[in-house]
């Protein structure tokens, strides 16, 4: 712990290694319905890129699922 009493994280900086929060893990899937993906393209996506399922993405990994797909436009699917 540091001196404000907060776990200190020796793996990443301060707050991005640390587990998803709901609203990342809420939007991730919410932002891939609007693409037309599936849940379980969305769960393959997250294995193939980070080898997890979604809900175990740290707060960096879902920040980059969310910014890829805010980025992806809409001829992209999760089904190739």
């Known amino acids: 712990m540091n001196k404000?009493?907060?776990?200190q994280n020796?793996?990443?900086t301060?707050?991005?290694s640390g587990r998803l929060t709901a609203k990342q893990l809420s939007a991730i899937f919410?932002?891939?319905?609007?693409?037309?993906?599936?849940?379980?393209?969305?769960?393959?996506?997250a294995q193939e890129m980070f080898g997890k399922m979604p809900d175990f993405l740290t707060k960096r990994e879902a920040s980059a699922?969310?910014?890829?797909?805010?980025?992806?436009g809409n001829e992209a699917s999760g089904t190739d």
């Open 65 to 72: 699922m969310i910014q890829h797909f805010k980025g992806v």
């Open 10 to 12: 020796f793996s990443g």
């Open 14 to 16: 301060d707050d991005d």
């Open 30 to 45: 919410a932002l891939a319905k609007a693409k037309g993906w599936s849940n379980k393209d969305v769960r393959d996506f």
């Open 4 to 7: 404000s009493g907060e776990r």
